[in-house]
């Protein structure tokens, strides 16, 4: 069955960077794009971008440029979110989704929150 | 960027009843490319619909979605008790992909 288990909860101090995981398994991770969407808390959904796991190319939303970069490590199915330079308002829980299609977000990992305090 | 506007906010009804919920975008979302979610506390999203109507894999069909253009709706024809929780609705026809702030809808 297809499952994307997610790094845990990570604390940390603004300025700092962070590099949360993803790992997939039970279908072939190249053969769909992953998403990754930020929720605040008590806040909705907000899309982040996703990468494309056949090339690496990554695309970002406005706001999610700069300091938010995407990547992979094929080998393990891992798809990887890092963030740099940390601000309070970056604390949220962050998911990855397979991408069916299109933006079809049909699986979703368990969600990482990342808490930034000093 | 396409804005989805969710209505009502919170809607108040009781197992057996019928939800019908609204979500509608700025400007046409084409090829009707809008998808529902639920979530419930302290999970990750689920889908339900995509395209509009078609249901995902294992969403029984209580769950139906219809819609085109700008005004779309998700209507749970007998609500059980499981299906308490926030609802948002995604568009994905055109970049970014962007989400309605979500309808939560709760146990009267």
């Known amino acids: 069955q297809v499952r994307l288990v997610q790094s845990g909860s990570e604390l940390k101090k603004p300025g700092a960077s962070v590099k949360v995981s993803c790992k997939a398994s039970?279908?072939?991770?190249?053969?769909?794009?992953m998403n990754w969407v930020r929720q605040a808390p008590g806040q909705g959904l907000e899309w982040m971008g996703w990468?494309?796991?056949?090339?690496?190319?990554?695309t970002y939303a406005q706001g999610f440029t700069g300091r938010f970069v995407f990547s992979l490590d094929t080998s393990v199915s891992t798809a990887y979110l890092q963030i740099s330079s940390l601000k309070a308002e970056d604390t949220a829980v962050y998911y990855c989704?397979?991408?069916?299609?299109?933006?079809?977000?049909?699986?979703w990992g368990q969600g990482t929150l990342v808490t930034v305090s000093s | 960027e396409i804005v989805l506007t969710q209505s009502p906010g919170t809607l108040s009804l009781s197992p057996g009843e019928r939800a019908t919920l609204s979500c509608r975008a700025s400007?046409?979302?084409?090829?009707?490319?809008l998808a529902w979610y639920q979530q419930k506390p302290g999970q990750a999203p689920r889908l339900l619909i995509y395209?509009?109507?078609s249901r995902a894999t294992g969403i029984p069909d209580r769950f139906s979605g219809t819609g085109s253009g700008t005004d779309f709706t998700l209507t749970i024809s007998r609500l059980e008790p499981e299906d308490f929780a926030v609802y948002y609705c995604?568009?994905?026809?055109?970049?970014?992909?962007?989400f309605g702030q979500g309808t939560k809808l709760e146990i009267k």
């Open positions: 400007q046409s979302v084409s090829s009707s490319y």
């Open positions: 395209g509009a109507s």
């Open positions: 989704a397979r991408d069916l299609g299109l933006g079809i977000l049909d699986y």
């Open positions: 995604q568009q994905y026809g055109s970049s970014p992909f962007t």
């Open positions: 990468i494309n796991t056949n090339t690496g190319n990554p």
């Open positions: 039970g279908y072939t991770f190249t053969s769909y794009g």
